[in-house]
Nanobody, 119 residues
């Protein structure tokens, strides 16, 4: 299974970016999906998660600024990021809980995409 991320880049504080992550390959179903981020010298932290039925959960630091969504038909998760701050600078990773055709469930990570916010 491949996880392909896109949409990262550089933006000024107050700007917006939209990240996408598509899962492809031997997939029966994708359950929960999410976005995490890791700043230099720090641990990887949760940004937002979304269940297959689109229930969402956000880190306090991004509530009211970021929106996670998904398209189950495309096995794709999105992260709309508005009002970006310099503290949002990090490598962003998507994650998906994959169920393969044999019913085995496992976690898969994307390769990461850099988001840089300049003040």
């Amino acid at each position: 299974v491949r996880m392909v991320e896109s949409g990262g880049g550089s933006v000024q504080a107050g700007g917006s970016l939209r990240l996408s992550c598509a899962a492809s390959g031997s997939i029966f179903r994708v359950n929960a999906m999410g976005w995490y981020r890791q700043a230099p010298g720090k641990q990887r932290d949760l940004v937002a998660t979304i269940t297959r039925s689109s229930s969402t959960n956000y880190a306090d630091s991004v509530k009211d600024r970021f929106t996670i969504s998904r398209d189950n038909a495309k096995n794709t998760v999105y992260l709309q990021m508005n009002s970006l701050k310099s503290d949002d600078t990090a490598v962003y990773y998507c994650n998906a809980q994959i169920v393969d055709p044999l019913g085995y469930e496992y976690s898969r990570w994307g390769q990461g995409t850099q988001v840089t916010v300049s003040s």
